[in-house]
């Protein structure tokens, strides 16, 4: 029998705030334990909650960026359970209100390596609420300990209807929907400081059933690769299962990331009572359309209407726009060189192949440093005398690295490195005839109609004048010889 993968996500996003949920206590990472509490957070006697209204500001903006549609009135519900994380022993949530409904996230499915812009989907969401985060358990030998520098942090649950049928899906999913949360401002969505946190439930069907199997939640998934391969091992096992005839129990599953097996954590026969009820310290939130409007105005491009404006605008192709758009900053930073140079395929292809290159060097530590010591109007001037022939191809690396280290003219740099010091004729001309004499397949490919050939001997033109000769005038010679030949 062929079965089909069917998957939801649960992705909890902490939304970027100055201060928590429900008090003024800072958020952070990273401090000494216990440090970012107040009594609110402590659930100390007396201590009551008020809302934040930046993070509501947040979560309807993520809303509406996601096509959700905006509650006019939500409230706050107390989801009650006895677990260390949690001071109160309950946590402040959203249960039968949450502040957005529907939407979707566009993804690309996954394919071969390509040039243009795959094939796209939409996956539907079921809602998005907002809630408190807990505090973490560090667990050493000696036992575990409770740091509540966590608990309390604004905390986004974005649910995902069971839509996507493999774990490629699954990680093209969550790499848009990071995307979409950095682009807004939401979030940082660092996985490694607990930011983006995700937990995957997953069944099997026969093919075309539209019925649903039994699920499994899998949960330790923190990268987005281990998310894709935690899934991809979960559909497999649960496969295995059926083909031997077994039956799957509806569990909870935990995947280590680094030896790629899953355990079972505990058996889920039925889903758990909170025994949720509206919290009474707490008013409800009542969303009007003013409110709606003043955060739609601050509703950024999302990231793949960018990416088609791209290829659209500057004729860039997929393989550039796929490395720019997923950063803001980057993104940012081409469009300015492109506009102000007009030369948006050289602005795309010095960002990644050399600006990158300082960045995973370790010369500059981000994006915004690039842009500080290489600007927009510097960078686009060093890419015009690219484009002129002045600076050869030859010379990019050292020109760039120049520009990022010296607070010389680009016109100083290039005579600092002879760049000024043309060819004559005479030198032009028997470095295309050495060219041409030393690369037999491509004079054949040329005289057999292959123009794009020609591009063999201007490197070899290229390397031996090295910088010294202008592009066009070795294009012209080379033709001129080329139909001598």
């Not at 989801?79 to 039968?96: A, E, H, L, M, T």
């Not at 989907?121 to 973490?136: A, N």
Request: glycine content about 8%.
């Amino acid at each position: 029998m062929n079965y089909e993968a069917v998957i939801g996500l649960e992705v909890h996003v902490q939304v970027r705030t100055n201060s928590k949920m429900f008090s003024r206590s800072a958020v952070g990472y990273g401090q000494p334990e216990n440090s970012l509490t107040d009594p609110v957070v402590l659930a100390l006697p007396g201590a009551l909650p008020v809302m934040n209204r930046a993070a509501l500001d947040q979560t309807v903006k993520a809303g509406l960026m996601l096509g959700c549609a905006i509650a006019p009135v939500c409230k706050w519900d107390r989801k009650n359970y006895f677990y260390p994380d949690s001071p109160k022993n309950y946590q402040i949530s959203q249960y039968d209100q949450p502040l957005c409904l529907g939407g979707s996230v566009e993804i690309e499915l996954p394919g071969p390596a390509r040039n243009v812009m795959g094939e796209h989907k939409r996956i539907p969401l079921t809602r998005i609420h907002l809630e408190e985060d807990v505090g973490k358990l560090n667990h050493g030998a000696g036992g575990s300990l409770i740091d509540y520098n966590r608990a309390g942090t604004p905390l986004m649950e974005i649910v995902s209807e069971p839509a996507m049928r493999s774990a490629e899906e699954a990680f093209a999913y969550l790499t848009a929907l990071k995307a979409i949360m950095i682009y807004g401002g939401i979030s940082d969505c660092d996985m490694e400081k607990g930011q983006l946190r995700c937990d995957a439930n997953i069944s099997i069907r026969p093919a075309g059933d539209p019925g649903l199997g039994t699920k499994v939640e899998l949960k330790n998934l923190n990268s987005i690769a281990f998310v894709r391969d935690g899934i991809a091992h979960e559909i497999k096992r649960q496969l295995g299962v059926a083909e031997r005839g077994g039956t799957i129990v509806q569990e909870t599953r935990d995947y280590d990331g680094q030896t790629g097996r899953s355990q079972s954590l505990r058996s889920k026969e039925m889903a758990h009572d909170y025994r949720y009820f509206p919290d009474p310290d707490l008013m409800p939130v009542r969303v009007d359309e003013a409110w709606k409007a003043r955060l739609q105005a601050e509703v950024p491009e999302l990231p793949f209407d960018k990416q088609r404006r791209f290829a659209e605008t500057y004729q860039v192709p997929y393989t550039i726009t796929s490395v720019l758009v997923p950063d803001p900053a980057l993104g940012a930073y081409f469009e300015e060189i492109a506009r102000l140079s007009g030369e948006a395929q050289l602005a795309g292809n010095w960002i990644i192949n050399t600006g990158l290159q300082f960045i995973n060097e370790g010369q500059v530590a981000s994006v915004a440093e690039l842009r500080a010591k290489i600007p927009p109007a510097r960078a686009a001037e060093f890419i015009r005398a690219r484009a002129a022939g002045i600076v050869p191809s030859t010379a990019t690396a050292s020109v760039s690295s120049r520009l990022l280290t010296s607070p010389a003219t680009l016109g100083e740099i290039i005579k600092e490195q002879g760049l000024d010091a043309k060819a004559d004729a005479g030198e032009l001309e028997q470095w295309c005839r050495t060219a041409i004499a030393e690369n037999a397949k491509a004079l054949a490919d040329f005289k057999a109609g292959k123009d794009s050939a020609i591009n063999g001997f201007k490197g070899s033109v290229m390397k031996a004048a090295k910088g010294k000769a202008d592009p066009k005038q070795v294009d012209a010679a080379l033709r001129r010889l080329l139909a001598q030949a």
